[in-house]
């Protein structure tokens, strides 16, 4: 079975300044996705960003960038230019991928990191 | 944009007693699930639904839960007779239909409390 695992709990930046946050996971399979799930205390879940595993460049969005390292099955979400809105839990997540019934697919979600920016 | 909806926000529901979630996803989507976060814990994934069937589902959905589609829009989820350790924030999400990187687009959430 997949799993991911985010091994900071907590993390901290300066408004303005970049923080990366990690995220390792364990999979047999060579094609999926991964994602990083954005939580802020209302609780909802928000999509950050994506990687196809086939892919070798690395995904961005806006300040939101990935370091995908498919080999060391590592994939680190960097914020740069944090703003007091990016605080939040954030989820990595692993998209298995099961061929049954047309198709079905799960997220395995990391534990989290609660990312603090103070002003 | 559109939006997964979840009703209602926040349940208060005596053990025992039956629970339904309600979810409307949207409107294109194919492929329907239920998470469920218990506080200051991840997020499990607990069932995917697809074409009116259960596609998979975890060892936590066991015989006192169940999902239905019951008139095209929503997607409901039940807890028969309510425990305390079901007491969590359950997400539920959906999926365009195809096969490409489309992801999971989740609900702002339903808090159930169970006393």
């Known amino acids: 079975a997949q799993t991911v695992t985010q091994s900071q709990p907590e993390m901290s930046v300066q408004e303005a300044e970049t923080v990366t946050l990690s995220c390792t996971y364990d999979?047999?399979?060579?094609?999926?996705?991964l994602f990083w799930y954005k939580q802020p205390p209302s609780r909802q879940m928000i999509l950050v960003i994506r990687q196809e595993a086939y892919k070798q460049q690395n995904a961005t969005e806006n300040r939101f960038s990935v370091n995908f390292q498919k080999a060391a099955k590592s994939f680190s979400l960097k914020i740069s230019d944090s703003q007091l809105g990016d605080a939040a839990m954030y989820f990595c997540a692993y998209r298995s991928w099961v061929m049954s019934h047309g198709g079905s697919e799960k997220l395995v979600f990391g534990k989290g990191t609660k990312l603090t920016v103070n002003p | 944009e559109p939006e997964v909806t979840q009703t209602p926000s926040h349940q208060v529901t005596q053990m025992g007693q039956e629970v339904i979630l309600r979810c409307v996803p949207i409107?294109?989507?194919?492929?329907f699930y239920w998470y469920r976060q218990i506080l200051g814990q991840k997020v499990e994934f607990l069932v995917s639904f697809y074409n009116n069937e259960i596609s998979e589902k975890s060892e936590i959905f066991d015989d006192q839960f169940s999902v239905e589609r019951p008139d095209g829009s929503n997607f409901t989820l039940k807890i028969r007779s309510t425990k305390l350790e079901d007491s969590a924030m359950y997400f539920c999400?959906?999926?365009?239909?195809?096969?490409?990187?489309?992801?999971?687009?989740f609900g702002d959430g339903t808090r159930l409390s169970i006393l």
């Open positions: 999979t047999s399979e060579s094609d999926y996705y």
């Open positions: 999400a959906s999926r365009a239909g195809d096969y490409s990187n489309q992801p999971q687009h």
């Open positions: 409107s294109n989507h194919l492929y």
